[in-house]
């Protein structure tokens, strides 16, 4: 399980939880996922915006 660094951090400072693998990491604070059920019609600006986050370099 991967949690937010946002949220991690804390229990790593208190010993509650420990790095694993962590030369193996990617440092990544680009990443976007988009998702939404392919059966149902998105409104218009939400399609868009999916549109856009495809069409933005290093996206899929």
Do not use: W
């Amino acid at each position: 399980m991967r949690l937010a660094e946002h949220l991690a951090l804390p229990a790593i400072r208190d010993g509650k939880l420990l790095p694993l693998l962590a030369d193996y990491q990617v440092r990544d604070d680009t990443s976007i996922s988009a998702v939404f059920l392919p059966e149902r019609e998105l409104l218009p600006r939400i399609r868009s915006f999916v549109d856009y986050l495809g069409s933005v370099d290093n996206c899929s």
